[in-house]
């Protein structure tokens, strides 16, 4: 949640401001929260449950996957990928029978011929390739030039752990 302002402010934000960030995100979260538990009463929880996954493992799952394995991944490919896969899955589930039929109680014989109509309950399977193929581009049009370099890094962190064990857990306390 606090890496907003060291995205937006170039690794530069102070302790209070990632604090005054991470306070507002939260409230917005459980407003969000509880808006969607009140429009969704009634629901199937798990399926809905679900569906949060399908949001979560699209906006981060491409990115997770291109960081370990490709080495010209950038931080502007990282960043669209989640942007485009947290509206685009919301997006495709708020067009999804899930919304429309179940949710909103329009007859899916009604919708069914609508242009905007994604007849598919869970938007993973739509939203993954996409998401990948944006990363990629994205990296692509915007290169870094020491991303070889940290990617190097990264796999040899991950392969031999920190290279100085004092350090191991000072990286989260670190200013920017």
């Known amino acids: 949640m606090t890496s907003g302002p060291i ?9 209070s401001e990632q604090l005054k960030v991470a ?3 939260t409230i917005i979260i459980a407003v969000v929260a509880v808006v969607l538990g009140i429009l969704f ?15 979560a493992c699209a906006a981060n799952f491409p990115s ?9 991944f950038t931080t502007q490919g ?5 942007l485009v896969g947290t509206v685009g899955s919301i997006v495709l589930i708020c067009l999804s029978p899930t919304i429309q039929v179940d949710v909103l109680g329009k007859s899916l014989a ?3 011929g609508a242009w905007w109509f994604v007849p598919l309950k869970n938007p993973a399977i739509v939203a993954m390739p996409l998401l990948f193929a944006v990363a990629i581009a994205v990296s692509v049009a915007t290169p870094e030039m020491d991303a070889d370099r940290t990617f190097r890094e990264m796999q040899r962190r991950i392969l031999m752990g920190p290279s100085d064990p004092a350090r191991a857990g000072a990286g989260s306390r670190e200013e920017g």
Do not use: Y
């Open 7 to 15: 995205v937006i402010r170039a690794g530069k934000a102070t302790e």
């Open 23 to 25: 306070r507002v995100a």
């Open 41 to 55: 009463e009634g629901q199937n929880v798990a399926f809905m449950a679900g569906l949060a996954f399908s949001v």
């Open 64 to 72: 997770l996957v291109l960081a370990i394995s490709w080495k010209r």
């Open 78 to 82: 990282a960043v669209a990928s989640i």
């Open 110 to 112: 009604d919708i069914a």
